[in-house]
């Protein structure tokens, strides 16, 4: 089932979030170089601290002030706790990254497959109307059809080896 594009467009601005939590900032505040590697890594990565869960969030900033739907990554220790990013969170964000990366490639890999085998069976359907329409322009030319052929006693014969005699004639 395909949306129309009005449709996308409103189901995406229904998932995204107003990003109400900026400048806000947690008990510690990130490391400046945190975020620049992080920016480095994506720069449409924002790193938000959540009042309500007490807990530093890692969301892709969509412009304007709208965040994606859901949280890339959720900083927390092993219990849901509060913990200050750091390097293992870099970590989980090169490796989530160099997947999103794979699987564009292999998306576009997909769809350039997808293109040739269509062409290819359009090139296949355009040689078989082809001959199609070159069968009916003989079919038309000498009068054949299907019920002339088998009225009668219809023999497929075969014609003596003229040596190409006959197509000399027509020149002299």
């Known amino acids: 089932m395909t949306l ?3 449709e996308i467009d409103k189901a995406i601005s229904q998932s995204l979030k107003f990003d ?3 400048g806000l900032a947690g008990p510690t505040p990130p490391d400046p170089s945190f975020i620049e590697e992080m920016k ?10 959540n009042p309500l869960q007490h807990l530093y969030m890692i969301w892709i900033h969509m412009g304007g002030q709208k965040l994606w739907g859901q949280p890339t990554h959720v900083i927390h220790d092993g219990s849901w706790g509060f913990r200050k990013p750091d ?8 490796i989530a990254n160099h997947m999103a990366q794979k699987m564009d490639f292999r998306a576009k890999e997909a769809a350039a497959e997808k293109e040739d085998s269509i062409a290819t069976e359009a090139a296949k359907y355009a040689r078989e109307l082809a001959l199609n329409e070159a069968t ?6 000498f009068d054949l059809t299907t019920e002339k052929m088998f009225e009668g006693d219809f023999k497929i014969t075969r014609k003596p080896f003229s040596g190409g005699k006959h197509l000399v004639k027509g020149l002299a």
Do not use: E, T
């Open 4 to 6: 129309p594009v009005g």
């Open 20 to 22: 109400k939590f900026k």
């Open 87 to 94: 390097k293992r969170d870099l970590q989980i964000i090169r």
């Open 40 to 49: 480095r890594i994506d720069p449409r990565l924002v790193i938000r601290f």
């Open 136 to 141: 009916q322009q003989l079919a038309r030319k």
